[in-house]
């Protein structure tokens, strides 16, 4: 079968794209942009990537279009596949139909933390000898590729909240049917999609409803908002994890949160949690894996030694490079909660911390959380903030408390001097965004190497 992909570039649909490759289709697509990890990962799989909208790449006609929900009507590319009468379905769908069916399913879904702790899973699971498949929405450092069908029973997808296409507005969690359904957390966020916190909460009890009454429903016990979520109903054996005396899965960190950490699961000690991930946000991220791998069959003392050493996952915390003693560092952070973590697990003794950060997310550039970034900011020594001309709120305003440690400006070369003027040895600069943000990492480490800002 031929098989054209719409937002191919997108790390679910990319995803999509490595399981119908593997399968034995015949697969190209379509994007109007392509960055890191997956552009990297799609053209070392041999998956030819067209650029733009255009419905010349659909001639002649493949057997099936799969669609993006980045796309909506009006793109050329979606009037074409309408007016033609062409087959076309989400990759949620495509997903559910084409690989999940028959397997045990591991949803990782929640506000932040699914992409780490998916990866998390797939190689707990791996290193127990279960040979997982798994569709993750990043890079893993354990594989070249962020998707592969696996030969084991189980098959771990990053189950995002966001909604699966133009003409399917539900969650893409709610497609997937797991027999195993992990709730990281919940917090407000795309708010172009959902009105409020209600809304989201609403998709996520919906993929509650789907779990088997044999299966897992996994939540935070720590999260304030994930409560009500199953208060609505739940099915299923429901297990709490989180650093609360109350938790099934239980983290003890007597010493703080990165010192001494053991994991508990009904009390009983199943030994040291120390993934080489920094921060208590990764502590949570690794006992979560370990409850989501043993509901789906793994030995949980050999789980918990696979997290521990965990390879990690690109823009996770991944350092770029090191010029002299300044560390540039990429994460994904686009919300104030996960800017907050990010700085809190790198802040050190004698390191500054410069944090540089684009507001690029939906939700940041229509500035719903522009009150809380301050406060998520607070442990920067200096932050870099990106202020395009087309934002439609005053970053100056909005983070005034921070002082004299606030720089904005419009264009990155300019953000990236700035962060260079300032970089004194021993610094870490901390690039935070959900794009390429103009590949400012490479540019740092050019005027780092330089010695001076970057031309």
């Not at 929640?110 to 707990?124: E, L, N, R, V």
């Not at 521990?308 to 104030?336: C, K, Q, S, T, Y």
């Not at 500054?352 to 550039?365: C, D, F, Q």
């Amino acid at each position: 079968m031929k098989i054209h992909i719409l937002g191919i570039c997108g790390t679910f649909m990319g995803g999509v794209a490595l399981l119908a490759r593997e399968s034995g289709h015949a697969v190209d697509g379509s994007d109007s942009a392509a960055w890191p990890p997956m552009s990297d990962i799609l053209d070392q799989a041999g998956v030819p990537v067209r650029p733009g909208y255009d419905a010349a790449h659909l001639e002649p006609a493949p057997d099936r279009v799969v669609i993006g929900n980045a796309l909506s009507r009006g793109n050329p590319a979606v009037e074409h596949i309408l007016d033609r009468g062409l087959p076309y379905q989400s990759g949620p769908a495509w997903l559910a139909e084409n690989v999940l069916n028959g397997r045990c399913v591991v949803a990782i879904a929640g506000t932040h933390g699914k992409t780490t702790t998916a990866s998390m899973t797939a190689w707990a699971l791996e290193r127990c000898g279960l040979d997982p498949g798994y569709l993750i929405g990043g890079a893993p450092g354990f594989s070249e590729r962020s998707a592969r069908l696996g030969t084991g029973s189980p098959f771990v997808v990053e189950a995002d909240e966001y909604d699966t296409a133009f003409f399917d507005k539900r969650a893409k969690v709610v497609h997937y049917q797991p027999r195993v359904l992990l709730l990281n957390n919940l917090e407000y966020d795309h708010a172009d999609i959902y009105p409020d916190l209600e809304a989201i909460a609403t998709q996520l009890h919906h993929a509650v409803r789907t779990v088997p009454g044999n299966g897992r429903v996994l939540i935070n016990g720590d999260d304030p908002n994930l409560p009500a979520v199953v208060a609505r109903g739940c099915w299923s054996r429901l297990e709490r994890i989180g650093f609360g005396a109350d938790n099934d899965w239980r983290i003890t960190a007597d010493d703080g949160p990165d010192a001494g950490a053991v994991l508990l699961h009904r009390r009983t000690p199943l030994g040291p949690l120390h993934p080489p991930q920094p921060g208590r946000h990764n502590l949570a991220n690794a006992a979560a894996a370990v409850a989501a791998a043993a509901g789906a069959g793994a030995d949980p003392t050999t789980a918990l030694e696979a997290v521990n050493a965990f390879p990690g996952v690109r823009r996770r915390l991944e350092v770029r490079g090191r010029v002299g003693e300044v560390e540039v560092i990429d994460d994904f952070a686009h919300h104030p909660s996960a800017v907050a973590a990010t700085l809190e697990a790198l802040a050190a003794p004698g390191r500054r911390l410069l944090a540089v950060l684009e507001p690029r997310s939906n939700t940041m550039r229509l500035g719903i959380h522009r009150r809380q970034l301050a406060d998520a900011l607070a442990r920067a020594d200096h932050a870099f903030v990106l202020t395009p001309p087309d934002l439609p709120w005053s970053v100056p305003e909005a983070l005034a408390p921070l002082g004299g440690r606030l720089h904005t400006a419009a264009e990155v070369d300019h953000l990236a001097r700035l962060a260079l003027a300032e970089a004194r040895p021993g610094d870490r600069l901390v690039v935070m965004s959900n794009g390429a943000f103009g590949n400012i990492h490479e540019r740092l480490l050019a005027g780092l190497e330089a010695g001076s800002a970057p031309a």
